[in-house]
Nanobody, 112 residues
Framework: QVHVVESGGGLVQPGASLRLSCAAS????????MDWYRQAPGRQREWVAR???????TVTYSVQGRFTISRITGENTVYLQMNSLIPADTARYFC??????WGQGTQVTVSS
């Protein structure tokens, strides 16, 4: 069984920064690609960012220049650094390992 745990969400004002963390544990071997998704109330789940097992990264267009995904080398632990947050970033953020194992998510709310 694989456990995926996200942390780091919160309530912030527009323009602020947050760093989300995600750690996978359990019966998992090797280094896996990991993704961040988000879902706002009443909206479809949206892919946000991906980091491959070798460290290659991609982010969705709407967060380019503001969000950065990174990982600890050799571990299934990833971060999502979110800068210049805007209200449209408000959502529950989910970490996914190998597009298979999902965490419970962490809430990010951007509001003045």
């Amino acid at each position: 069984q694989v456990h995926v745990v996200e942390s780091g969400g919160g309530l912030v004002q527009p323009g602020a920064s947050l760093r989300l963390s995600c750690a996978a544990s359990g019966t998992i071997s090797g280094i896996h690609a990991m993704d961040w998704y988000r879902q706002a109330p009443g909206r479809q789940r949206e892919w946000v960012a991906r980091i491959s097992n070798s460290g290659d990264t991609t982010v969705t267009y709407s967060v380019q220049g503001r969000f950065t995904i990174s990982r600890i080398t050799g571990e299934n632990t990833v971060y999502l650094q979110m800068n210049s947050l805007i209200p449209a970033d408000t959502a529950r953020y989910f970490c996914v390992v190998s597009r298979t194992w999902w965490g419970q998510g962490t809430q990010v709310t951007v509001s003045s």
